[in-house]
């Protein structure tokens, strides 16, 4: 096949860092990953970093609820073509970008192959002016989730000590693993009562990952469980903003640290945005 290339009007931005793209997912719902996700990139934004927030749970999407947005439009209208991502992109705590998703339309669970295209070639526009895009998944292995997952350069799990929680964590894995040739992954542990529960959690999922697939795990982390939370979200706030002193506030600028500080993972060799280049080289097919 021919591959296709872009026009030259890229060609001004060879020098700019490329935007790195991080899936946060999780196999069980109620791991609090939109909190983390919420949080995660405020904090990121304390350290300079612009930062795009994808809420991908198309159907059931809540990012602008948690934060307090009323946004007009979301990405059910772009997925209708009435509107782009930039008409519908929204300002959020720390001057995040916020791209919400629909609520309550079954028909965005399963999404057509252009539809998906035409989402990643619209945030291919936005890609120039953010440094951290973070896509919200929905919680599971749908085709949803595994499409915008393996949209990513780097791909966060989250899983809280639960055993179902860390059951369904090792089953998302091994999809990703066995179904779509992911094998290296970040893992956060959320909701612990210590930091040495966390540990704990981190060296099952490593122990049994390394003894049944080739993939690897990095450690990131841990959200110690922290009763501010809750009140942060009956007031539709961000904990790192009401409560920046609190014991979570603390794990999310830790996060940010090791997130930002981090090299990024698989970056494109051309001038090309990464949504392009993923495109470009049929990783969907």
């Known amino acids: 096949m021919e591959k296709i290339t872009l026009n030259d009007k890229r060609t001004g931005n060879?020098?700019?860092?490329?935007?790195?793209?991080?899936?946060?997912?999780?196999?069980?719902?109620?791991?609090?990953?939109?909190?983390?996700?919420?949080?995660?990139?405020?904090?990121?934004?304390?350290?300079?970093?612009?930062?795009?927030?994808?809420d991908a749970d198309l159907s059931l999407g809540n990012i602008d609820i948690l934060l307090g947005l009323a946004p007009t439009h979301n990405l059910s209208h772009?997925?209708?073509g009435t509107k782009t991502i930039p008409q519908i992109t929204v300002d959020g705590p720390?001057?995040?970008k916020i791209l919400s998703a629909s609520s309550g339309i079954q028909e965005l669970t399963q999404l057509t192959k252009l539809q998906r295209i035409n989402i990643l070639t619209e945030l291919d526009q936005l890609?120039?002016?953010?440094?951290?895009?973070?896509?919200?998944?929905?919680?599971?292995?749908?085709?949803?989730?595994?499409?915008?997952t393996t949209a990513a350069q780097e791909i966060?799990?989250?899983?809280?000590?639960?055993?179902?929680?860390?059951?369904?964590?090792?089953?998302?894995?091994?999809?990703?693993s066995l179904k779509y040739s992911e094998n290296h992954f970040k893992l956060l542990v959320n909701l612990a009562p210590t930091v040495s529960e966390a540990d704990d959690v981190f060296?099952?999922?490593?122990?049994?990952?390394?003894?049944?697939?080739?993939?690897s795990i990095e450690y990131v982390g841990c959200v110690l469980f922290d009763e501010n939370v809750t009140k942060s979200v009956k007031r539709q706030k961000l904990l790192c903003e009401?409560?920046?002193?609190?014991?979570?506030?603390?794990?999310?600028?830790?996060?940010?640290?090791?997130?930002?500080g981090s090299p990024p993972l698989n970056l494109p060799d051309s001038d090309t945005n990464f949504f392009w280049d993923q495109l470009l080289n049929n990783k969907f097919e």
Not at 143 to 148: A, L, P
Not at 160 to 174: F, G, Q, V
């Open 14 to 54: 060879l020098n700019k860092p490329k935007t790195r793209v991080i899936a946060i997912t999780s196999g069980k719902g109620g791991v609090g990953k939109t909190n983390i996700v919420a949080n995660l990139g405020f904090a990121l934004t304390r350290l300079g970093k612009k930062v795009l927030i994808l």
């Open 242 to 260: 009401m409560f920046p002193d609190s014991g979570g506030s603390r794990c999310f600028r830790a996060l940010a640290d090791t997130i930002g």
């Open 78 to 80: 772009v997925i209708a």
């Open 127 to 148: 890609a120039d002016s953010i440094d951290i895009i973070l896509i919200d998944t929905a919680a599971g292995i749908s085709s949803n989730v595994m499409y915008f």
């Open 156 to 176: 966060l799990v989250v899983v809280s000590p639960e055993p179902t929680s860390i059951t369904d964590a090792y089953a998302l894995m091994k999809v990703l």
């Open 203 to 215: 060296r099952q999922l490593n122990l049994v990952a390394e003894r049944f697939l080739n993939i």
């Open 94 to 96: 720390g001057n995040m």
